[in-house]
């Protein structure tokens, strides 16, 4: 008695000799089942097939290429940025060291109508606040919350 498992007609039968490659570049999983569908191909069909195989790789090395290029740009654009913010903080160091100057400036001048004002009897130590400060801004000298206007 046969075997029930093994069937009466191979599937490999029917291939001539230049389709053998018909049923190589299908995957182990599917090329029985497959090949009863497809039947043995002819050389034309496996020069087509071969073609877009072609094309296909051909079509993966262009996106690759691409996907190079704009990878590229991508790090070419943030280099320019941290460029573009390395002279943003620049220019924002140079205004920093801009304002302590000015502020050295302000606080000298403070200084000179504090002392200005001591020396007139517009502020009066012990008052308010310990020490009373001048506004550069508005000329005036404060003590606590009294404000006596300088000259």
């Known amino acids: 008695m046969p075997c029930p498992y093994k069937s009466q007609h191979s599937p490999y039968d029917s291939l001539e000799p230049h389709s053998l490659t018909g049923y190589r570049d299908l995957p182990l ?9 497809i039947g043995p191909r002819t050389l034309p069909e496996i020069i087509a097939l071969n073609r877009s195989r072609e094309a296909d790789r051909e079509h993966k090395k262009t996106q690759a290429a691409a996907a190079i290029q704009k990878a590229e740009e991508v790090h ?5 940025q941290q460029l573009r913010r390395t ?20 606080d000298e001048k403070r200084e000179d109508m504090v002392r200005e ?35």
């Open 87 to 106: 002279k943003e903080d620049a220019i924002t160091m140079e205004r920093k060291e801009g304002w302590k100057e000015k502020r050295r400036v302000l």
């Open 29 to 37: 999983t599917k090329r029985p089942a497959q090949l009863a569908k």
């Open 117 to 151: 004002a001591f020396e007139k009897g517009l502020l009066i130590p012990g008052r308010g606040r310990k020490h009373g400060y001048a506004d550069v801004d508005k000329d005036e000298v404060v003590i606590g919350f009294e404000k006596k206007w300088g000259d």
């Open 76 to 80: 070419f654009r943030s280099r320019k």
